[in-house]
Every structure is written in C-alpha cells, then in structure tokens.
DNA sequence: CAGCCCTCTGAAAAGACTTACAGAGACGGT
DNA sequence: ACCGTCTCTGTAAGTCTTTTCAGAGGGCTG
C-alpha cells in the first residue's frame, strides 16, 4: 500500500496492475502498435520475423490470451458450434457426438453439446440459446415442431439436422436410413424363417420410429406380419411392453432401439421366455451394450460416419456454401444371438 | 430500389438494412437513447412504464437481440459454464451431468459439456479452452495430472472439481465418498458370508479406484479377503477380466463399477458360471442399466445429489465467495440380484 | 416560493479486439 | 538520381453493449 503510485492509472505499465493483459499491455511491452500483435497472434503474416518473436515473446512474458469476446465482436465468429440432444441417457447418441467432435477439433472448432432432457421447449430454448451465441448448430433427433424448427432455420443458415428429415423444411441433413435398415432386418428374420412378429415402438411422433415402421410395414409384402406395439424408446419402456409383446405370441420382437430390446430381454427372462429359443428379439443403433447382452443382441448399425457426414455439411455451410443437402446414411443389419431360426412346431401352427 | 435513399446510409432507419439489428436500430426506432433500450432489455429498471413499452416494441418488431459478444465484452460473464467429462460414453456421468444441468439453468445458467474422449490432454486444452471463453468450469473425474490441475486452479477461482480430490492443491469439490461406499459393500458382502473375493479395478489412477480399493482393504479387517484384478473401468474391461478374476475361485467379484460388472456378467454367463449361485458380482455406481441387468445388480448409489451441489458451490464461487469445501457425498447400497450368500460348501471349503 | 431531492433520460467512456487504409522506408530499375 | 513498387507498420474506425455520471424536470417541503 505504499508504493507511491496511484494504482488506478497506467496499470498496463506494470505487471502487477489488477486489469486484464490485453493488447496494448503486449504492445507497449513489445514496442510495437495493437495492430502488429493482433497480426502475430492471429498468424495471418505480414510481420517481419524479427518483430513477430519480440511480440511474441511479450506475449508470453505477460501471460496474454486475446479476449474471447472482444474477437467474437470483433470478427463476428467464434470458432464454437452447439449441439443440442434430446438425452444424453441414450449411448447412441454418444457415438455420433464423439465423431462430430473428432472432426470439428480437427478444423479447429469447438463442439459444446446441451441436453434438452427429453423436452421439446427446452430443445428450441437451448437450440435459440446456442445459435445466437456460437457459429453454428447441430440439432440431434429433435423432437420439436414443425413450426419452432422452422422459426430456427430461418434465424440461421448455419443448421444442421441429425436423424430427422423434415422435407417442408429445407435443412441440410444427415440421418440414418432406418427405413431401409429396418426393412433389411425383416428380411433377415423373414429369412430364418419368421412370418409373425410385434414391433416395440419407440418415441409416438419421432421421425425415426415413422421410419422404421414403415420399414416393417413394407415387409409385409414380402410375407412378414408385424403387429405394433407403442413403448418410448427407453430401457424402462421396454420392460413394461415387453410381456404384452409376448402376449401375442409371436416369433419374434422387434424392438425400435436397442434401449428397448435390452429392457424387454430382461422382462421375458423374467417371465421365462427364452431368448432366442423361443423367441428371436432385435435392436437398432448397436450401441456399445448390445454386443455385451447375454445373448448378444442382433441388431442395426448405421452411426458410422454419420458425425463426420455432419461435420461436413457444417463446415461447408460455416464456409459460405449454402447446402441444401440432405444424405441417408445406408443402415445395416449386424447378427448376434438374440435371433434364431423359430422353433418348427410355431411356425407349423400357422 | 427507387426509394431514392443510398442504402448505405442511417441503414437503421429501414429494416430492410443487411446488417444485423443492433441496440442503435432499436433506440432509433423507439425515439431514445441506447442507453434507455440498454436499461428495458436488461430489466435493470429506472424506465418510466410507456417508455419501457415503446421501446419493447420497437424491440419485438425489429426482432432484436442482444449481441451475446458485446454483452459478454461488456459485463466481462457469459452466464454460461462449462463442464468437461472424460467420457460421455458412461451412462454414470450423465446423472451427473443431468443434475447439474438442471440447477444451472434453473439459475439463468447454461452449461456446455465437452468430451475429452480418455484423452488427459484434450481435457487440459478444453478445460483452458471453456475457461477463457466461459464464467466457470466443472471438471468430472478429470485424469489430468496434478500439474495441470494446479495451471488450471491458478487460472480461475470458478473452478469446482467433481470425483476427485486433489488435497495438494485447493479446489472446492464434491464427490462420492467411494471409500466409505466400498467399504459399505463389503460389509454387505460379509454378512451374506463372503470371505473370499476379487476386486475386478478401474482406471489405474484414478481418484475413484484408490479411493474404491483403500475401502476394500479396509475391509481385510473384518474378514474380507480380496485379491485385485486391473481392469480398466469399460465394459470391455469387465469381459475381459471376468475370465481372470474367476480362475481365483472367489465367492464374490467385487466391480470397480456397472460397467466393469456388466462385462464380466457377460462373459460368466458365456463360461456358463451362474450369478449369484456361483459367485456374487457387485457394481458401482448405479446406472440405469443396472436395474435391468439379469440378474439385476448389486451396486452402490451415490451420485443423486452430486450435480446439484456441484453447482451449489459453482454458484457460490460466480456469487464471489471463495470456497474451500472438499466434501463427500455418502454412498449407499443398494442390494439386487447378483449378490447372495454363497453356496455352504464353498465357504466350508476355505 | 425557493430549494431540495427524486426520477428519468442521454451522452460518453470503457471494454478488447480486427482490419482497411495510409504512410514510411528500402530497394531495384531506368 | 528519381520514380515506382513492395514490404512492413501504425492509425483509426468499426464491432455492440453496459454503466457511470451528469443534467433536466417535476413534485414536495419548509
């Protein structure tokens, strides 16, 4: 407290000064002008050599990092993208958040990922949140209107849909092919010689169970019936529609996640029924659990490349490229123990 | 294009400018001062009601918003935190996450999590990364070590460190008591009549495993003997080390969590070892999978109330007020299916 | 009726950067 | 020797908001 000088002015003279180092503190250390640190920090060249290693060096010195805000306001970007994911509970979610990070780390952006918890309005607010804030956005399976993912393209160019395909809206998109995927598993079943199965239905409105059902209705034609059962997509969901599946009793339960399957594998071995003995049982994503199942579940992969794919598009579109894409990702069936060929005397009984 | 004005020119007076709305176009349009607009957006009061209106209006018709850069430039907060997770692919985190997640915006926060995908060094540049972009930053079990622990505490004083206690150097944190929890469980399994066990570990330096293995010693005392098998903390893991930690002939095999449990549940199975008729197997942590697992398993719940008083201290740290509390949220039991007594002759063998 | 205080509003500074533009110096060519 | 050009550097404007301070006006009190 005695050091005679007013600590209030000239801090940047002095390290100790209690402001923030900022540009003008490396400048006046360095002997240049802002423009030049601005010019080495950002690496953009120009600067001779010599200059450039002073700067830096008082840079390091005083221990500066550029402002984020001061360069987001400044240029406008952020080098930050957002995802927002209905629920990070579901591992397949994860799958494809790790490869979108992989790949934006890669080009030197961020990835900040909200979860919106399972609700659609806390989906728009987060998603309303992230765009005005980061450069771009990567919506995962939203559940949300119509109308309120509208509202978002129109705010943004910079969105990128997963695993919804909304076509009145024109959104670049990457998403699974669960029809196809699904149709490929009932052939497989069909195959082994399934003819009568119950489909556990996975989220009421989301995209992807339309998707998959009308996979399984397709298979219909080719001698395949399925009956529908409505669960949620959850582990829980599955136990507690498993036993009505079971009621029908059908050959085989086809289940719209993996989530699912697992939850009702549990409920049928505690009712007894064995797996895949007396009935075969599917899943869909191939999250990491599914292969660890006791039996292994046979189930549909498709996440592969869909994080990259994504990227992709957005960093076209963070490039000024308007796209207006929108890519099914190709969806295929992976065989484990959980499906088996149906006993003889069910299928004679038909 | 008659309009007969250079567009160029009091662009605000249209709203048919190209650039953004900005808090100039609002005051312009409502007849005040941006000061005033400033003052209504914020809600800070001191504005007289009609004028309040009038510039709400101009605001809602313009379709302004606040610039997320400026602001933050100004006020010097994002009123956003971070959190950085070394691996979202553990459904444990994401109780944690969802806890936090929901206190923080209950509070007008929000949190971004970012994955460090196992990676200690990728969580060091992203918690430097959130640290200077964001008001605070939450590190879950991070596998960095103290040094750069010690970089990031020096950086920041809204650091908060969850499951992992790092007394050499001070940050608040919280985390489970794993020691007291383990310790909890083998008493569980000793009075079932245990007396021979494996611990099938975690990551070899973690916070948790030490603090999991320090109570399984513990445990020594009253009569629980267990050998230790490293395993890494997956599911994987857990498979992998099923095999290994059976060849001992426990009565019990002892998880380093759910995961690890769920994989060595497996592999038994595959070995055709019945649990818990042939040997208990336990877990840590309490996902949801573990409810569900057949049989479902005996682990230990702990991490309900973690995120909230995560943040709790977060909060307080935002609020100004250094905190110094390290503390342990109790760990408790919760007894399922793959824990019983083991079979008389195996206990009467030893 | 004067003075005081209170409420409301606006001007302007502060916050930390980027970048367009201009200018200085060096160097080569004629 | 002069001019043009090129490279490097600095000045200053632009990005958008918050917040302090001062001032205007109105009402109340003594």
Chains 1, 2 share one sequence.
């Not at 002095?14 to 640190?37: E, L, M, P, Y």
């Not at 998707?211 to 395949?224: D, H, K, N, T, W």
């Not at 499906?339 to 038909?350: G, I």
């Amino acid at each position: 407290m005695t050091d005679g000088q007013s600590p209030r002015k000239r801090a940047q003279t002095s390290r100790a000064g209690s402001r923030r180092v900022n540009i003008q503190a490396v400048a006046d250390g360095a002997g240049v002008s802002i423009a030049t640190v601005s010019r080495v920090m950002s690496g953009k060249g120009g600067v001779s050599e010599p200059l450039a290693e002073r700067v830096r060096r008082a840079a390091a010195e005083l221990g500066y990092r550029p402002s984020f805000a001061a360069q987001s306001l400044a240029t406008g970007a952020t080098r930050m993208v957002g995802m927002v994911v209905p629920n990070l509970a579901n591992p397949y979610f994860y799958d494809v958040i790790k490869d979108v990070n992989v790949a934006a780390v890669a080009d030197g952006y961020q990835l900040a990922v909200a979860d919106a918890n399972e609700d659609p309005r806390a989906e728009t607010e987060l998603s309303e949140s992230f765009l005005h804030k980061l450069d771009g956005l990567l919506l995962m399976s939203p559940r949300m209107d119509v109308p309120a993912l509208r509202a978002i393209a129109q705010a943004t160019d910079h969105l990128v849909l997963l695993n919804r395909v909304v076509p009145e809206v024109g959104i670049p998109t990457i998403a699974i092919d669960s029809m196809s995927g699904m149709l490929e598993l009932c052939g497989h079943l069909h195959a082994l010689g399934h003819r009568r199965a119950v489909y556990l239905g996975g989220p009421e409105h989301s995209w992807s169970n339309t998707e998959r059902l009308r996979g399984i209705r397709q298979a219909g034609s080719f001698g395949l019936d399925v009956a529908e059962v409505s669960a949620g997509g959850t582990i829980a969901a599955g136990y507690d529609g498993a036993e009505k599946a079971w009621s029908t009793r059908p050959t085989a339960i086809i289940c719209h996640n993996d989530l699912v399957a697992f939850g009702a594998l549990t409920r049928l071995q505690e009712l007894g029924v064995r797996v895949p003995e007396d009935v075969s049982l599917t899943g869909f994503d191939d999250i990491p659990f599914a292969s660890y199942g006791s039996p292994a579940l046979t189930t549909v992969a498709g996440q592969s490349g869909v994080g990259a794919a994504a990227w992709g598009l957005m960093k076209r579109l963070l490039a000024g490229h308007p796209q207006n894409e929108i890519s099914l990702v190709p969806a295929h069936v992976v065989v484990r123990g959980s499906s088996a060929a149906p006993r003889a005397e069910l299928v004679a009984a038909e």
